[in-house]
């Protein structure tokens, strides 16, 4: 697995992470803990250093089940979660939640249960409009400096927060929604991203599992795959999306490699800091995506994909209305 390094901080990871939430929480049921350590290690047999979870996947099973699946390798693993959300009687109560005070309560909480003593990469998991950015920044400075936390990021900010965080916290990385049926971050983002030295952790790469070309208009999903009461995944906007799968696919045949892994070469070409996180609760699908790694794209494969492309407006919403105001703010 070749390395990257994300933006300036000199923080160096697999090319590509792996997303653990789905793990726990998401795409359905939850896996079985066992099994769910095991894919996490067989990740780590495979070159994978950069594994993502937060407080919030469960909530707490997923921070628990990456601490157990990695404990074995510490200091050559990084690992990043994410404060920013409120939890009552261990159930999100709907809120968000950046207070200093929180923040220590929950980096101190997920040390424990992620079992090691400094976290490697934390996250405001998204902006709160109640505290000052500034005052974020601040309370993770304190963090750093006790030696509890290495390096500070942002989840689904905008340019100007981007910005303003920075001249107070250099950060490390922006992770947010970022793939080949998702350009947004391509207009104010990405050009921030490489002014400032940030680099960008893109989630849902494969646009939650479409961009694969295993889901159609007659997929059938879990009842408790929140992808239900998404706009992106109602029938009709699945059959208009198929046109984004049918270029991805074209150019992967001439490849000779899968439309899942031309589609992380795609976000991989974009920029060399760039790490996707894709996630997948199975075994074949984590070497399929790894093999994305190793695909090699030539700026006429990227012309051409982004031709064929031109003019398609990706149909349904990404987010319900309420949760797609907590993003890009």
Known sequence: MHKRILGKSGLEVSALGLGCMGLSFGYGPPVDKQDGIRLIRAAVERGVTFFDTAEIYGPFANEELVGEA????????????????????????????????????????????????????????????????EDVAGAVKE??????????????????????????????????????????????ILPTLEELGIGFVPYS??????????????????????????????????RANETLVRVLGTMAARKNVTTAQLALAWLLAQQPWIVPIPGTTKLSRLEENLGGAEVALTR????????????????????PEHLERLTGR
């Open 205 to 238: 790469p494969l646009g939650r599992g479409f961009l694969t070309g295993k889901i159609d208009a007659s997929t059938q999903f879990d009842k408790s795959d929140f992808r239900n009461g998404l706009g992106r995944f109602t029938p009709e906007a699945r």
């Open 300 to 319: 006429q494969d990227l012309y051409e994909i982004d031709v064929s492309a031109s003019g398609f407006a990706v149909q349904g919403a990404r987010y």
């Open 70 to 133: 990695l404990a074995p390798f510490k200091g050559t693993v990084i690992i990043a979660t994410k404060f920013g959300f409120g939890i009552a009687d261990g159930k999100p109560n709907g809120r968000l939640d950046s207070r200093p005070e929180h923040i220590r309560e929950v980096a101190e909480a997920s040390l424990k249960r992620l079992g090691v003593e400094a976290i490697d990469l934390l996250y405001q998991h998204r902006v709160d409009d109640a505290v000052p950015i």
């Open 143 to 188: 963090l750093i400096r006790a030696g509890k936390v290495k390096h500070f990021g942002l989840s689904e900010a905008g340019a100007q927060t981007v910005r303003r965080c920075d001249a107070g916290l250099a950060g490390t990385a922006l992770e947010s929604e970022y793939s080949f049926g998702w350009r947004e971050p391509e207009k104010e």
